[in-house]
């Protein structure tokens, strides 16, 4: 059975950090592309970062750059990302996803049905 289980989401004041995980179990780990996106009140899914089998390719979408950073460890079949100087604009549900490949067209990274297996959200709230 396929599971991506995320935790580490929560209320953290704007500056403030997060680290979140995504526990894998299933399939496997070491041979996908990772994901994290997001979607916030009202508004579409977005992708914010990806990161490939051997941890030697990262993206980010420009909002988080110099801000997020996403790692994984396939010992252990977590994924991560570090959320740091959050905004009150990074609050959304936050989503592990994953996929055997990067998808270069962003509206193909922003499509859950591109995606072959996700999680089922932590929430991140920034705000004083």
């Known amino acids: 059975q396929v599971q991506l289980v995320e935790s580490g989401g929560g209320l953290v004041q704007p500056g403030g950090s997060l680290r979140l995980s995504c526990a894998a179990s299933g399939f496997t780990f070491s041979r996908v592309w990772m994901y994290w996106l997001r979607q916030a009140p009202g508004k579409g899914l977005e992708w914010v970062s990806a990161?490939?089998?051997?941890?030697?390719?990262?993206y980010y979408r420009d909002s988080v750059k110099g801000r997020f950073t996403i790692s994984r460890d396939n010992a252990k079949n977590t994924l991560y990302l570090q959320m740091n100087s959050l905004k009150s604009e990074d609050t959304a549900v936050y989503y592990c996803?994953?996929?055997?490949?990067?998808?270069?067209?962003?509206?193909?990274?922003?499509?859950?049905?591109?995606?072959?297996?996700w999680g089922q959200g932590t929430q991140v709230t920034v705000s004083s």
């Open positions: 990161i490939n089998t051997g941890v030697s390719t990262t």
């Open positions: 996803a994953a996929k055997r490949y990067y998808s270069a067209n962003e509206n193909t990274r922003n499509d859950r049905r591109s995606y072959d297996f």
